[in-house]
């Protein structure tokens, strides 16, 4: 098991594997630093002096900009690059502030007793003031970050509801036919013993499928075919000649992927709707093409068409699966309800990218499937 640790809002957990810059950079730091102390000093000194000198103000911006702001970068240099920047700029004018103060220094005694209220209140409210900056940017940082995380999480837990809702939707896909092939298994046991050891491998074979492809969720196409050709020889088995089947399967085709038991659903509907009630049977043709951006799956049988009240419910968008995930509405119940699930489990893992349309034929139902690749 992988344990997620999420560092606390703020805190930069991989501050000590940073990579130190290089000298270049350093250097590039230095003298942006060195040109704005230098031209507050400026500013500073025209104040204190009452004339421009600008090689006391280089000199000041030297100080703040390379000996204090060096001096004390290793204290916050593991601190988020959101705080250092304010602190590095903090840090800068106040060395700058203190070099210029310093210049009075040559200036008479009385000149310092005159201003010590300035020399004190000055740096004081410089340093406050930059506390006060660098506090309201941890705190609009923190609370971001906070922000960004907690929208992550909300994401990512509804991403794990949706896959479990994909899961269950994929679990409910167990064929309908079960209970049908069960009673044509009791006939045959006695009547075709080697038909009905065929049909239980297919069974099994169908059943195992349906259980592993609810784990897997995507599954290659040639796999799903194997699944649905068992299936059509179990319900033959049941029907006989009644049932007719048709395949034209683009070989390229066959490597594509699609979500498991997408197929099986559409040719068993076929077969519910369009073979079994018959006297004369039908025939059901499934048709497969690969393009450059998605599957094509076709299946379209010759019967009376679905009812209009499937089609009403098998016509859902988007916005619809959501609602029918929320209200946990999806499933196989009803009829048409084998087509509702394929769509809605399509439309959920696509995002409604993907389609399942049905059209009506002259005679019979088409079911046409894009799955995006």
Not at 77 to 82: A, I, L, R, T, Y
Not at 233 to 260: F, K, M, N, S
Not at 359 to 371: D, F, H, Y
Request: glycine residues 8%; positive net charge; hydrophobic residues 45%.
């Amino acid at each position: 098991m992988t344990e997620n640790i999420v560092a606390e809002p703020g805190f930069d957990p991989a501050a000590d594997e940073r990579p130190r810059p290089s000298t270049a950079i350093r250097l590039l730091f230095d003298l942006i630093a060195v040109v704005g102390g230098s031209g507050a000093a400026l500013l500073l000194l025209w104040y204190l002096h009452g004339e421009w000198q600008l090689t006391r103000a280089l000199g000041c911006g030297l100080i703040g900009g390379v000996v204090v702001r060096r001096m004390a970068r290793p204290s916050y240099s593991g601190f988020p690059s959101f705080l250092r920047r304010p602190i590095d700029t903090g840090v800068v004018l106040f060395g700058v502030l203190l070099a210029s103060w310093a210049t009075l220094a040559s200036e008479p005694t009385s000149v310092w007793l005159l201003r010590w209220r300035e020399a004190v209140t000055l740096p004081v409210l410089a340093t406050v003031l930059g506390l006060g900056l660098a506090g309201v940017v941890y705190s609009h940082a923190r609370m971001r970050r906070e922000i960004e995380e907690a929208r992550a999480r909300e994401a990512a837990l509804r991403e794990a509801a949706l896959r479990a809702r994909l899961r269950a939707l994929q679990a409910q896909i167990n064929p309908h036919f079960l209970f049908n092939a069960f009673n044509a298994l009791a006939e045959l046991t006695h009547a075709e013993p080697k038909v009905a050891e065929q049909m239980v491998g297919d069974l099994a074979h169908i059943l195992r499928y349906t259980l592993r492809s609810s784990a897997e969720g995507i599954v290659h196409l040639s796999r799903e075919l194997e699944v649905v050709r068992r299936y059509l020889r179990v319900e033959q088995a049941r029907l006989g000649d009644r049932l007719r089947v048709v395949e034209q399967i683009a070989p390229d085709a066959l490597t594509r992927q699609l979500p498991g038991l997408v197929l099986q659903p559409l040719v068993e509907n076929a077969v519910l709707h369009a073979v079994a009630p018959r006297r004369e049977g039908g025939t059901v043709r499934i048709e497969v093409v690969a393009r450059d951006d998605h599957l094509r799956i076709r299946v379209d049988d010759d019967g009376p068409g679905l009812p209009p009240a499937v089609q009403k419910t098998v016509a859902i968008d988007y916005a619809e699966a959501i609602a029918m995930e929320r209200a946990s509405r999806g499933g196989t119940g009803g009829a048409g309800g084998g087509l509702v699930n394929v769509r809605q489990r399509l439309l959920l893992r696509y995002r409604g990218a993907a389609s399942l349309e049905t059209a009506e034929l002259s005679p019979g139902t088409r079911i046409e499937v894009r799955i995006p690749q």
